[in-house]
C-alpha cells in the first residue's frame, strides 16, 4: 500500500508538472498567432514619390499592422533593385526600368503589388519635358526642329520622347540626347544650352520659381495612366499565402487614402521632413498621382516593355503573370 | 694660366653663428703647376677647390687670375671624389659632356671622346652605362671627361681615395700621363701624403680649422715620373716632415 | 604565365559556383555569360565605339592635366621660390573631388565635351605635380654642381640632367595621375555621358546587365594595363 501510496504521489506531482509545462506550451505556441512584430527592410528614397512610406511611417501605419520597419536609406532605386531581388531589402518603390524588368527576367524573386506614381492627367504635371517657352502645339506642329534634349535615352524619358515624335505633327523633330547632372540643367537651359530637360518635380516648381521657363510637355500627355514608380516585394513578404505582404499593403492602402487626402497641413509637414523640402516649396510643387486603390496599370508596363525590347533594352517582355503578384487583402 | 688666392676667408653658418672654416689665405697657383693641398679633415681643402672652381664664393677675398686675357673667365674644372658620371648617359656622352656644354657638334665631340677613352683604355664600354663598369673604370670616364675638356687649370677632390691601392697607383700613373706635357696647372686636394708628394710639383700643408698654410713643400722628384716603382729617398724622407706637422693637428688637443 | 593559370582557374571556379547555384547570377553572372558579351559588343562595334569615346577624352585630358602639371612640377622643383608658393595651393586644391564640381564645369564650359575633361586634367595635373617636384629635388646635388662646373647651358642642363634625373620618380608620379584619371574619367562618363566606358558601366546598371559592367571593366583593366606599360613598370 504505501509502496503503491508512493507511486500515486509521484503520480500526481508529475501529473501536476506535466499541466504546468502543458500550459506553457501552449502559450509559447499561441504567442506567435498573436500579431507579434514582424521585421521589414524598407527602401527609403528621398523623394515626393515615396510620399506613402513617409505618411505610413509618421502616422504609424506599419505599426498599426504589427510590423517593425528597419528603413534603409538609399539615394536611387538602381542602388535598391539587387537587394530586393536577392531578397536583402523587402520592400520599396523604384522606377519601372530596364533594370527592373531584367532583374526579373533573370530570376529576381522581387514582384510589383500595387502602384506608386502613376501619370494621371492632373492640373499640374510631376514629370515634365521642360522648355524655356515651348508648347506641344509648337513641338506638333508639322515644323521641322531639332532639340537638344536633356535625358537619358535608354530610360523612361526616352521612350516618353519616342511617344512625341509619335504624334501627328511632331515627324520632323530631329531630337539630340544630352545627359547632365540635374544641377546642371537649369543653367544649361538658361544658357540655351538645352531645349528641353526632363525633369520631375521638385525640380519643375524651383525651375518655375527661378523663372527658367515653363513645361513644355507634361508625361502624362504622351503617356495618360503610364506607370511611373510601383510598390515591389520581395520574395519574403509574398511567402506564407502573403501574410506578411497583406499586412505591409494595408498599411500601404491606408496611408495612399492619406496621401490622397492631397496637401493638408499635416502631410506637408510629414512630407517637408522626411525629403528635406522646404514646406513653400512643397506646396507649389505638383504633388503625383498615386490612386488610392493602388492599382497597377499593366498595360503601360506592357507598352513599356514593348518599347524597351525593340531598342535590346531588355531580354525579353514580361507577362504581367511574371512581373506581378496579386494579393488579395 | 697664373691663379691668386688672397686673404680667402671662408665662413660655414653655425649653430652660434657662422663658423669660420678658412681664414686669411694667401696662395698661387704657377702655370703648368700641379700643385697639393693636403690638411687635417675640415679644413677647408675641399671648399677651397669648390670657390676655385666657382661653385662657390668665398667669404672674404679675392681668387685672380692675373694675365688671363680670354674673352671668358678661364675654365676650372673639378674631378670629383665620387666620380660624378651621369648615370643615365652612356660613357661616351659623359666623356663628351663637357664638349658638349661648349657647343661642339656632335661629330665632332664624339671623335675625341672616343680618342681619349682609347687612350685610356675604355674603347669597349663607350656605349656603356656608369654603373656596368667598375670603380676604377668610372674614374677613369670621369679624368677623361675632364681631360677631353681641355681646361686651363683643373681641380681633383680626392678622386682616388675610394680605390683599392693596386687601382690607385695604376690611375695616379694614368693621371701624370694624361696631364704631362699639357701644360696646364692641376690643384689637386688629398689627405694621402704620399700620394701628393709622388703626384705634385709643390705640396701645400694647412692647417686645422680655420684653415691656413702652415708650410709650402716644393718637392725633389724629376718628371717624368715613374711612381710604380720606388720614390726616390729625399722624397720618403719629406713624407715624415709633413707627417710632423700635420700629427698635433690630427691628434685632439688634452682638455 | 602563373598569373594566367591563376586568372583561369579563378574563372572556372566563379563559373562552376555560378552555374551550381551557389552564387547569386544576377549580380555574378558566370564568365562564360560575361565573355560572351564581351565578344559580341566587340562584334558589333559597340565596344570600339565605347572605347574611342573614353580613350580620346582620356588621353586628351590625360595628356592636358598630367602635361602641364608635369610641367609647373618641374618648375617648381627647379625653383625653390615658386614651389613654397606654389605647394599651399596644390595642398588645397589637391583634394577637391573633381567630380563633386562636375555641374560646375558644364556651366562654365558650355555643356561641351571639354567640361567633360576638365575633371580628368585636373585630377591627372596633381601627382604629376608633386611627383615632378620631388623628382628635380631628389636629382643629387653632386650632378648640379657637374653641369654648373661644366658650364652646360639651361637646354643642355634640362635634357641631360633634369629630365632624366627626374624621370623615375615623375614616371611613378604620371602613373598615379593616368590611373586617377581613368578612374574620374569613367565617374564623369557615369554621370554626364552619352558613350564611353563610363557609360556603358551606367548602362549596365539601368538594365542589371550585370554582365555588362564586369565585361566592360575588363576592357578598362586591359586598357590601363596598357596605358600604365607605355609608362614601364
Known sequence: MLKRRGWTRIARVAARAGRVLGLALCLAALLPAAPRAERVKLVVLPFLSQAPIFIALEEGLFAREGITIEPVALSSSHLALPGLMSGDLDAGIPQASPALFNAVARGGRARLVASGVMLAPAPCSYAAFYGTGLTLAALTSGEARSLRVSADPNAFEGFLVDLLRQRRGAERLQVQFREMPVPAQQAALAAGALDLAFLSEPWVARLDQAGVGRVAVGAEELLPGGQFTALMFSERMLADGQALGRRFLRAYRAALVRYNEGKTPRNLEILARATRLSPELLERACWPSMPADGALNLDSLLAYQDWLRQRRLIDRVLAPSDLVAEITP | MRITLQGIGLDYPGPRGPLRAVDGLDLEVAPGEFLGLIGPSGCGKSSLLAMLAGLRAPSAGRIGFPGWTGPRPPRRLMAFQEHGLLPWLSVLDNVAFGLEAQGMPRAAREARAHAMLRRLGLEGFATSRPDQLSGGMRQRAALARLFVAEAEAMLLDEPFSALDAQTRVVLQQELLDLWSGTGRSVVYVTHDIEEALLLCDRVVVLSARPGRVIADITVPFPRPRRIMGPPPPEVAALRWRIWDMLAPTITPPAA | ?233
Request: hydrophobic share 60%; glycine share 10%; charged share 10%.
Open chain 3, 1 to 233: 604565365m602563373a598569373h594566367l593559370l591563376a586568372l583561369l582557374l579563378a574563372a572556372a571556379a566563379w563559373e562552376a559556383a555560378a552555374r551550381a547555384g551557389w552564387v547569386a547570377m544576377l549580380l555574378f553572372p558566370p564568365p562564360t555569360i560575361i565573355l560572351a558579351w564581351l565578344v559580341e559588343s566587340l562584334r558589333n562595334g559597340e565596344m570600339a565605339e565605347s572605347l574611342m569615346a573614353s580613350g580620346q577624352r582620356l588621353v586628351l585630358g590625360f595628356g592636358l592635366g598630367a602635361g602641364l602639371g608635369t610641367l609647373a612640377g618641374l618648375a617648381m622643383g627647379l625653383a625653390p621660390r615658386l614651389h613654397r608658393a606654389l605647394d599651399p595651393v596644390i595642398a588645397a586644391l589637391h583634394p577637391m573631388p573633381k567630380v563633386a564640381l562636375l555641374p560646375l564645369f558644364l556651366v562654365l564650359f558650355g555643356f561641351s565635351e571639354k567640361a567633360r575633361m576638365v575633371p580628368v586634367a585636373l585630377v591627372a595635373f596633381f601627382p604629376a605635380a608633386i611627383a615632378g617636384a620631388v623628382a628635380v629635388r631628389a636629382i643629387d646635388p653632386l650632378l648640379w654642381n657637374v653641369a654648373r662646373n661644366y658650364g652646360a647651358p639651361p637646354l643642355m642642363v634640362l635634357r641631360r640632367l633634369v629630365l632624366p634625373g627626374a624621370w623615375p620618380v615623375l614616371r611613378a608620379g604620371l602613373r598615379l595621375s593616368l590611373n586617377a584619371a581613368i578612374v574620374v574619367l569613367i565617374s564623369v562618363e557615369m554621370l554626364s555621358g552619352n558613350d564611353g566606358l563610363g557609360a556603358a558601366v551606367w548602362q549596365s546598371w539601368q538594365t542589371m546587365r550585370v554582365e555588362q559592367l564586369y565585361g566592360t571593366l575588363l576592357v578598362l583593366a586591359m586598357l590601363g594595363l596598357v596605358f600604365n606599360r607605355c609608362l614601364g613598370r
